[in-house]
Nanobody, 122 residues
């Protein structure tokens, strides 16, 4: 079973920074699109940022300009650099890997990390 190991969450004051990390196996990391989701209590799960196996990135509008998603192929690790943090960024952040289908009619396979808590105080 593929596993995703997350780290880097914690408590920080508004305006501060954190860097989240997500490590997985090389066989998955080489071919998978990766993403960070987050979920706050009472809210629906939200896609925060994504990065393809080729390095193409995308962000939700609320974090654009503050967060940066990246991947280190040598270390099989994905990162989320979070700057200028706001209290509304408080949530559990989840690492996600999507293994692509073999054919265009196939389905991708999704893997989830356990989540890491990010808390931003006022």
């Amino acid at each position: 079973q593929e596993q995703l190991a997350e780290s880097g969450g914690g408590l920080v004051q508004a305006g501060g920074s954190l860097r989240l990390s997500c490590a997985t196996s090389g066989r998955l990391f080489r071919i998978a699109s990766m993403a960070w989701y987050r979920q706050a209590p009472g809210n629906m799960r939200e896609l925060v940022a994504s990065i393809t196996s080729g390095g193409i990135t995308n962000y939700v509008d609320s974090v654009k300009g503050r967060f940066t998603i990246s991947r280190d192929n040598a270390k099989n690790t994905m990162y989320l650099q979070m700057n200028s943090l706001k209290p509304e960024d408080t949530a559990v952040y989840y690492c996600v890997a999507d293994r692509p289908p073999v054919t265009i009619e196939g389905r991708s396979q999704r893997f989830w990390g356990q989540g890491t808590q990010v808390t931003v105080s006022s």
